[in-house]
């Protein structure tokens, strides 16, 4: 009773390969199954020809993609490994050509990918006169490995509008596919142009230039703060003169010409009377070359009378912005240029730059 009951699953397990069996491939996946088994493929895109609901190695389309040499034949030509056509549903520029000597023309694909011209047996067998077909040891390989029929290689004389005949290679092929022009061939026939630079500006927008218009002097100068900003000294402070730096000799010339674009700006002056208080100067190599000019007021800081205000925290900020939805980033490069002092307080913040110059200045 007990080996009865054992050999029930058994043969039922068998029966069910037997069906599995006798089933035909799935003609999505190539896998044999029930008709109710759920096909894997179902969902899937093709890697192939990036259809949905097959695997790659059931696809029926053969694309030709790329150009390979037998090494094992002599006297063939060796190709690099490049794209010959991209897949079917990406559209590609076509190219009527004149096939001279035949009185015909051929609607050519321009794939500048391609490293081989492509004209199929069907277009070949089309022509009036037949060039000699030469054997070839090039192959035709897609990028899944497949591998399409070359039936040898012909030499044709093709023009292009008016220019003057040329004479190119073609591989003839078994295929179904539009001829095709390579990359070398379409750049000969002037039918492509590498460019490699392009020196025109962008166009500017239309609502970017009606702004730039109405608000043109936002965009021009350096731009100021309203009002003026006013130093206050402490009680009994004295003066301090800050004998000048040198500057290294290899930054004189950069140093200098950035005070003269300074001075041309409207942001420092010279100064030619004597000042009671002389800053230094620090300068500092930015990352891209230029020159950082910083004024160190290490004495004039200590006698400053400061006022007392509270720096907002992030918090603060934060909580104000509630409900906002439009933010934008400001730029605050050279920010302090914006902030304008009156006479006497531009004159406490004179740096000497007498080592370069022979005399001094002071920020306005």
């Known amino acids: 009773m007990l080996n009865e009951q054992a050999q029930i699953p058994i043969k039922q397990e068998v029966e069910v ?6 089933s035909p491939a799935c003609h999505f996946c190539g896998g044999q199954y029930s008709i109710s088994h759920k096909c894997p493929a179902k969902g899937k895109q093709c890697s192939k020809c990036r259809k949905m609901n097959h695997f790659a190695k059931m696809c029926k389309s053969k694309v030709v993609h790329e150009i390979e040499t037998r090494s094992e034949v002599k006297d063939g030509r060796e ?5 010959i ?3 079917k549903k990406v559209e590609k520029p076509y190219a009527l050509i004149k096939l001279t ?7 050519f694909k321009i794939d500048t990918s391609a490293e081989a011209n492509i004209l199929p047996l069907k277009d070949f067998n089309k022509l009036a006169r037949k060039p000699a077909l030469l054997p070839t040891a090039d192959v035709l390989t897609s990028y899944t490995g497949e591998q399409l029929k070359v039936l040898g290689t012909a030499n044709l004389k093709v023009q292009y509008k008016n220019q003057t005949p040329q004479t190119h290679t073609f591989h003839v092929v078994c295929t179904d596919r539009a001829p095709i022009l390579s990359r070398q061939s379409s750049e000969r026939l002037q039918l492509i142009k590498f460019v490699l630079s392009i020196s025109n500006p962008a166009p500017i927008r239309p609502v970017i230039q009606k702004l730039l218009n109405e608000f043109s002097d936002v ?7 309203p009002g003026t900003c006013k130093i206050y000294l402490k009680e009994g402070a004295i003066p301090t003169i800050q004998p000048p730096k040198r500057v290294p000799f290899a930054l004189q010339a950069m140093f200098k010409e950035d005070l003269d674009r300074l001075e041309l700006l409207g942001v420092i002056e010279k100064v030619t009377k004597p000042t009671q208080w002389v800053n230094s100067l620090v300068l500092v190599r930015k990352a891209d070359g230029s020159l950082r000019i910083c004024l160190d007021p290490v004495d004039l800081n200590r006698a400053i009378e400061r006022p007392h205000y509270p720096i907002p925290l992030f918090d603060e900020v934060a909580a104000k912005c509630k409900g906002a939805n439009k933010f934008f980033k400001m730029d605050a490069r050279n920010g302090y ?17 007498a080592s370069i110059n022979g005399t001094d200045t002071h920020l306005d």
């Open 337 to 353: 240029w914006s902030m304008v002092f009156d006479k006497p307080s531009s004159e406490l913040r004179t740096p000497c730059t």
């Open 219 to 225: 965009f021009e100068g350096i731009g100021t703060l």
């Open 101 to 107: 000597g035949n009185d015909s023309e051929l609607a």
């Open 85 to 87: 056509s991209t897949e």
């Open 79 to 83: 190709f690099l490994i490049e794209s």
């Open 17 to 22: 390969v037997q069906r599995q069996k006798n």
